[in-house]
């Protein structure tokens, strides 16, 4: 049987500045840069291509600045690439977008959002990114019931409460703004809410960063166990290498904008072909 | 007046102002932004209702001015007083006299017709400003109809209070597109928004907004399905002077017993009543 990939991502590129038409060939590892020398345009990211399988976990890895989670931004629709194709194969991306394959960049903002709110789940590194602070954490998750068109107060409340309770939050605390929780208590907020609509696909960009390795132990354990109930498909993006070890099948290693390196995960952990591969392995180590 | 323009404003100006009109009509709900102009008095008390008002009015018009329902409070009385110096119309207390009432705060309780124009005074025309004080992303969330975080206003409100505390200003969704401030109308007046007859005008002075309600078009208060909208509720309580119980009562201390007493809000209403109670 031939496994068609749920996500399909060709040619991304991003580039902040006024690019000269010459920044991707004057960046990159083999310049050992990420600014154009001509016009001074970073390229965050260039020429990614990848896909994801149903059910499969992804890891993208890579030093501070190398563009994975610009590549997660642009997947959320958080910012507009230069180029690139963007598809996901879903039966709710029927139901919104009707049958044949469209690139989702291309989309109006309406659609977008409604991808963004049916299709993607997404876990910020910092929860104020992805929580309105002052509204309350039972609140913050009813969002995305509300943006999905639910009006009935009574669901809402029983979905916020199931998810309350699918990612150990005290049930207690619904009514509280996450601004009084803990960082660990504030990223299951965070989870619950992308998990709302039951999408497909979920993004975690660097969701343990910040956490003390016990709090993180049990944000991966809640990670993997969803991951078992629920099947979806995950990209995560991380600078630790104990979460891709722990969690991922396959993995990018990105370096400058660009990926030097893809395989499984067990490869490229052991056998780092990649000099840059080699350094992130041996330095965790 | 000698000197002056009829309706004061000068032509040029009623026209772009009437021009702003018509397209605020064609998109129901819609804020149209228009070049508030200089007034003799001054924004925020008024300025919206009065331009638009001075630039649809003609010499046979007859023209009725309420503030809170009331004929011969400062605002009404100061308004008519320029109104009519500047264009001498015949001016009226009778809701069914009148050919353009302007407004405040209520909506008259007679029922109107398609012949009237009721101009309402907005002293803030954005209903997504409670949550978000930037204009760039309310018009962005106007425009891809993006009210998720208006029903999550809602949300939070019931959740702190077991109810929506919104008293005045009740957020409404006119022709199922836009989000519309009604400007600060009692909830008892809500529903007299909705398939009304009479074109009711919005106009916000200091805030530079024309919107408009057409006749006849669908406007529906925010609410859940199992959530519903309420009006004020006035069980028990009637009207001391006409004995009116299916009005909306302004409540009051009275003075020399300490006692909570209820009088109609719509004055020349209650009045009408009382004289029709007197003939019988």
């Known amino acids: 049987m031939e496994l ?14 006024k690019p000269c038409g010459e920044c991707i060939s004057h960046t990159g590892p083999i310049y050992e840069t990420n600014i154009c020398s001509r016009c001074n345009s970073l390229v965050a990211c260039a020429d990614i291509n990848f896909e994801l399988y149903p ?10 600045g190398s563009g994975k989670s610009t590549v997660i931004k642009l997947l959320a629709f958080d910012v507009e690439p230069l180029q690139g194709e963007y598809y996901i194969k879903h039966e709710k991306i029927i139901n919104i977008l009707g049958n044949g394959q469209k690139n989702l960049f291309n989309l109006t903002p309406f659609e977008k959002r409604q991808i963004r709110n049916q299709v993607i789940g997404i876990v910020y590194q910092y929860p104020y990114l992805g929580l309105k602070m002052n509204i309350s954490a039972g609140g913050n998750i009813a969002e995305n019931l509300l943006v ?19 990612t150990e939050l005290p049930i207690q605390r619904i009514d509280e703004p996450p601004i009084k929780f803990s960082g660990g208590m504030q990223q ?12 497909p696909v979920l993004f975690l960009d660097e969701v343990t960063t910040g956490l003390d390795v016990s709090v993180k ?44 390196e893809a395989g499984l995960t067990d490869q490229i952990l052991e056998d780092p072909q990649h000099p840059y591969t080699q350094l992130l392995v041996n330095s965790q180590l | 007046m000698k000197g002056y323009n009829f309706g004061f404003l000068d032509e040029v100006s009623k026209r772009e102002i009437r021009r702003k009109i018509l397209k605020a009509i064609a998109i129901p709900g819609y804020q149209v932004p ?11 008390w008024g300025t919206g209702g009065i331009q638009i008002t001075l630039s649809i009015i003609g010499p046979d018009d007859i023209l009725k001015v309420i503030d809170q329902g009331c004929d011969e409070s400062v605002n009404a009385v100061n308004i008519k007083k320029f109104i009519k110096a500047v264009t001498g119309v015949e ?24 012949k009237q124009i009721l101009v309402l005074q907005v002293p803030y025309p954005e209903a997504l400003r409670v949550f978000e004080p930037s204009e760039v992303e309310t018009r962005r969330m106007h425009a891809e109809a993006d009210y998720a975080r208006m029903w999550l206003y809602l949300y939070e409100d019931i959740v702190k209070f077991q ?24 909830r008892w007046d809500i529903p007299k928004l909705n398939m009304a007859k009479t074109l009711y005008l919005f106009g916000a002075g200091r805030e530079k907004r024309i919107y408009a309600v057409p006749p006849y078009t669908d406007v529906k208060p925010l609410e859940f399905e199992d959530f519903k909208f309420r009006v004020e509720d006035f069980r028990g309580k009637c009207c001391m002077i006409c004995g009116s119980s299916d009005t909306f009562l302004d409540e009051l201390i009275d003075g020399s017993s300490g006692e909570r007493i209820y009088i109609c809000s719509d004055t020349s209403y209650c009045k009408k009543r009382r004289l029709v109670r007197s003939e019988l």
């Open chain 1, 4 to 17: 068609f990939p749920i996500l399909e991502v060709r040619n991304l590129t991003k580039i902040y500045g």
């Open chain 1, 55 to 64: 059910g499969e976990i992804l890891g993208i890895v890579g030093e501070s």
């Open chain 1, 148 to 166: 999905a068109g639910l009006r009935n107060l009574k669901r809402i409340r029983e979905k916020v409460l199931e998810l309350f309770e699918k």
């Open chain 1, 188 to 199: 299951r907020v965070q989870i619950a809410k992308a998990l709302s609509n039951n999408p």
């Open chain 1, 217 to 260: 132990a049990r944000i991966l354990d809640l990670i993997k166990n969803l991951h078992h109930d629920y099947n979806f498909s995950i990209i995560i993006v991380s600078h630790d290498l104990s979460i891709i070890r722990v969690l991922t099948h396959r993995t990018i290693v990105m370096k400058l904008g660009r990926v030097v």
């Open chain 2, 34 to 44: 228009f070049s508030s102009k200089e007034l003799p008095i001054p924004r925020g």
């Open chain 2, 91 to 114: 001016l009226t207390t009778d809701t069914t006299e009148a050919t353009i009432i302007q407004t405040r705060h209520r909506i008259p309780e007679e029922s109107m017709t398609e």
């Open chain 2, 163 to 186: 109810e929506i505390s919104i008293g005045a200003r009740y957020p409404v969704l006119v022709n199922n597109r836009y989000i519309m401030d009604p400007s600060p109308i009692p």
